[in-house]
């Protein structure tokens, strides 16, 4: 596609619920990152794929949190058993191998209630 | 691990007047990136500039400079005849460039409210 797409835009879910983000990147882009956005903070890195390389998931912050990219295209961010602190905009970004920047898509507003 | 500071969480400026948003940084790496990111209310990220570190030359994008001073480690982003459009939250990135890295993570900072007033 022409840019990054995410999906849904907004999601709101009860404590202790299950949720499931989707990334679309860009057609052709190896590599797909996720952050996490908090509320007054900066963006946090979560997990980085790069082709069929095993990811990099150093920055998950705990094991409810997974990810996967099937097809080395669309990746689905989970999120097990949310809490309330889980509530932030998640953003996903895509690029070319050594491109110096990346796309990112318009992310996914969390809100554990 | 690198760090990004930008030390002026919110900042206003006058429909085309001039202003400059700081960032500092903390590497003990010689080559790597810096990247201005722009994110409207819309929430998408969009890359205003870049910078390479072995370039001692400021990059420019139109009414977007940087100023870049390697030995203080810092990277101010002035923004020209600001627009009402140039309302955002700006985020100071920086990456590392090592080749045999296949990991091209952004470190950023919390970012910049910027707010034009008409």
């Not at chain 1, 990811?55 to 689905?76: I, M, N």
């Not at chain 2, 139109?62 to 600001?82: E, T």
Request: charged share 20%.
């Amino acid at each position: 596609g022409a840019g990054v797409s995410q999906s849904p835009s907004n999601k709101v879910t009860e404590k202790g619920k299950d949720v499931e983000l989707r990334c679309d990147p860009i057609s052709g882009h190896t590599a797909l990152y996720w952050y996490r956005q908090s509320l007054g903070q900066g963006l946090e890195f979560l997990i980085y794929f790069q082709g069929n390389s095993a990811p990099d998931k150093s920055g998950l912050p705990s094991d409810r949190f997974s990810a996967e990219r099937t097809g080395g295209s669309v990746s689905t961010l989970t999120i097990q058993r949310t809490q309330q602190e889980d509530s932030a905009v998640y953003l996903c970004a895509s690029s070319l191998r050594r491109q110096n920047g990346y796309t990112f898509g318009s992310g996914t507003r969390l809100t554990v209630v | 691990a690198q760090t990004v500071t930008q030390s002026q969480p919110e900042m206003s400026v006058q429909e085309a007047e001039t202003v400059t948003l700081s960032c500092t940084y903390d590497t003990s790496e010689s080559d790597y990136y810096l990247f201005w990111y722009k994110q409207p209310p819309s929430r998408q990220m969009i890359l205003v500039i870049r910078q390479e570190a072995y370039k001692q030359q400021n990059a420019t994008e139109n009414r977007f400079s940087v100023n870049f001073q390697k030995a203080a480690k810092s990277f101010s982003l002035k923004i020209s005849d600001s627009q009402l459009g140039d309302a955002a939250m700006y985020f100071c990135a920086y990456r590392s460039y090592v080749r045999a890295s296949s990991n091209y993570k952004l470190t950023f900072g919390k970012g910049t409210l910027l707010t034009v007033n008409p």
